[in-house]
């Protein structure tokens, strides 16, 4: 079986799809299909790879070569309104998620957090979707005076900017909404910088 067939054939089994299914989804012939992950087809014709690679989320210099990032969509894992808290949709350590957004992104356990409302204007606007990688997890250096995703010890999830605390081990989190006060006296979980803002509209 060529490598290319193979990872295929194991990102369809990780989706949990049967191949009509598969076939469907990425818009290809299923009898063809079917030879692809057998190994069958040293290369298909046309756009075939790419209809795979975009059908299965995967990145199509990946899936034809194995080199570059595997995926090209994230799992977007909550709901984020002003001040309040934003809304998990699952279990985020397990990267499950609402939805997908597609992004070429190489950083390691990228998220995604779609913004509902205005009230978290003029800086994000609804309809936004923040890309954070939880990779650079509580660095202090890393995460002060930035925005970023954050959840905290005792399980509450923001969107807020992060202050130095009153000692190294906790954080005051600021929100750009003016009728939100600081929350003060935080201990981190974990903690995801706000690097990208795909805005779609």
């Known amino acids: ?21 598969a076939a469907k989804r990425c818009d290809v012939d299923y ?13 298909p014709r046309g756009d075939t790879l790419a209809k795979l690679a975009r059908g299965t989320g995967i990145n199509l210099q990946w899936l034809r070569d194995g ?29 499950a998620g609402l939805s997908t957004v597609d992004f070429d992104f190489s950083a390691a356990d990228p998220i995604a957090i779609r ?15 923040l890309i954070c990688s939880r990779k650079r997890g509580i660095d202090r250096a890393d995460i002060l005076r930035r ?9 509450r999830c923001y969107i807020k900017q992060v202050l130095p605390g009153e000692n190294d081990s906790t954080f005051r989190l600021r929100s750009y909404d003016p009728h939100y006060a600081d929350i003060d006296g935080v201990n981190l979980d974990w903690a995801a910088p706000v690097l990208w803002i795909r805005r779609d509209h």
């Open 1 to 21: 079986m060529s490598d290319w067939s193979t990872r295929l054939a194991q990102r369809i089994k990780a989706l949990g799809w049967k191949l009509p299914e």
């Open 31 to 43: 009898h063809s299909l079917k030879k692809y992950v057998k190994g069958g087809v040293e290369q």
């Open 67 to 95: 080199t570059g990032p595997e995926y090209s969509r994230i799992p977007v894992v909550g709901y984020a309104s002003g001040g309040e808290e934003w809304l998990p949709a699952d279990d985020v350590s397990e990267s």
């Open 115 to 129: 913004v509902r409302g205005m009230s978290m204007a003029p800086v994000y606007r609804a309809g936004d979707v």
């Open 147 to 155: 925005d970023c995703v954050v959840r905290t010890t005792d399980g």
